[in-house]
């Protein structure tokens, strides 16, 4: 069925930056909500941000000013723009395509980013 891939993941220095990407199967970037999730050992999934069919964009307080999601329908794909990375952002970070009217909803499997000295 539809299919996420999340890419860009990796080991960064407090303070760095990383760009994930997700891309999807053709033709549900038009009709469904985008969002970036994450989730750390021993803590439960939670929303990063999300980009809107319209293209607006909602990032949760402790990534607003540090982060920028972003989607281009025409390559159906999603971005993640991570600056001055965190050790608190360390997290298996996944892609979810949901669509409200039908209820499907889609996961990848995640990408790793590791925020160490």
């Known amino acids: 069925q539809v299919q996420l891939v999340e890419s860009g993941g990796g080991l960064v220095q407090p303070g760095g930056s990383l760009r994930l990407s997700c891309v999807a199967s053709?033709?549900?970037?038009?009709?469904?909500?985008m969002g970036w999730y994450r989730q750390a050992p021993g803590k439960q999934r939670e929303l990063v941000g999300v980009?809107?069919?319209?293209?607006?964009?909602h990032l949760v307080d402790s990534v607003k000013g540090r982060f920028t999601i972003s989607r281009d329908n025409a390559k159906n794909t999603m971005y993640l723009q991570m600056n001055f990375l965190k050790p608190e952002d360390t997290a298996l970070y996944y892609c979810?395509?949901?669509?409200?009217?039908?209820?499907?909803?889609?996961w990848g499997q995640g990408t790793q980013v590791t925020v160490s000295s």
């Open positions: 980009v809107t069919i319209d293209g607006s964009t």
């Open positions: 053709r033709g549900i970037f038009g009709g469904y909500r």
């Open positions: 979810n395509a949901f669509h409200a009217s039908s209820g499907h909803n889609y």
